[in-house]
């Protein structure tokens, strides 16, 4: 389940890759594969909470990922359980403090990677996530998590990546 979640942080390589766990953290786990060769690092949450008048959805998934071989950390990744409506933006807050992400499918990520780094510290230091979004179809959702053991598992996907 957590491959799946990995092979739409970045580009698609993760077939028959396994992820192995460094740190279940709070609601927080922590993961390293090997994928062409070079390490992946990534964090990664389910919400607590699901709202929206949805008949069915797929599996919700936050991720920080840390890629450097490419020279790439601190990736913020949204899979939301369903394609998003074209040009759909995603309103990202973290306790208080908000941030837009674009879409493209079932996917939402940040502009750039300033303001990526800005997501994974506010992951870190906070308490609350709040994600909402809205699907092909018109159907708005929130999504709630919690950021319990965040900093645990940043720390120990920085460690296992070296950054």
Same mark, same amino acid.
């Given at each position: 389940m957590f491959v799946l979640a990995l092979a739409f942080s970045g580009p698609a390589h993760a077939k028959n890759v396994k992820p192995r766990l460094l740190?279940?953290?709070?609601? !927080? &786990?922590?993961?390293?594969?090997?994928?062409? @060769?070079? +390490?992946?690092?990534?964090?990664?949450?389910?919400? +607590?909470?699901?709202? @929206? +008048?949805?008949?069915s959805r797929g599996d919700i998934y936050a991720l920080v990922t840390h890629r450097p071989a490419e020279g790439t950390n601190d990736v913020f990744s949204y899979i939301a359980g369903y394609s998003y409506k074209d040009g759909a933006e995603v309103k990202l807050t973290i306790d208080g403090r908000a941030f837009k992400?674009?879409?493209?499918?079932? /996917?939402? !990520?940040?502009?750039?990677?300033?303001t990526d780094k800005k997501i994974s510290a506010s992951i870190r230091s906070g308490s &609350?996530?709040?994600?909402?979004?809205?699907?092909?179809?018109?159907?708005?959702? /929130?999504?709630?998590?919690?950021? &319990?053991?965040?900093?645990?598992a940043y720390r120990a996907i920085s460690k296992e990546c070296g950054v």
């Open positions: 740190i279940e953290d709070g609601d !927080w &786990k922590a993961f390293v594969l090997v994928e062409s @060769g070079q +390490k992946v690092c990534y964090m990664v949450s389910q919400p +607590k909470k699901e709202e @929206g +008048k949805y008949s992400l674009f879409t493209q499918g079932d /996917t939402a !990520w940040a502009e750039d990677a300033a &609350k996530m709040i994600v909402q979004g809205t699907s092909s179809r018109g159907t708005a959702t /929130t999504d709630t998590f919690s950021l &319990k053991g965040s900093g645990g």
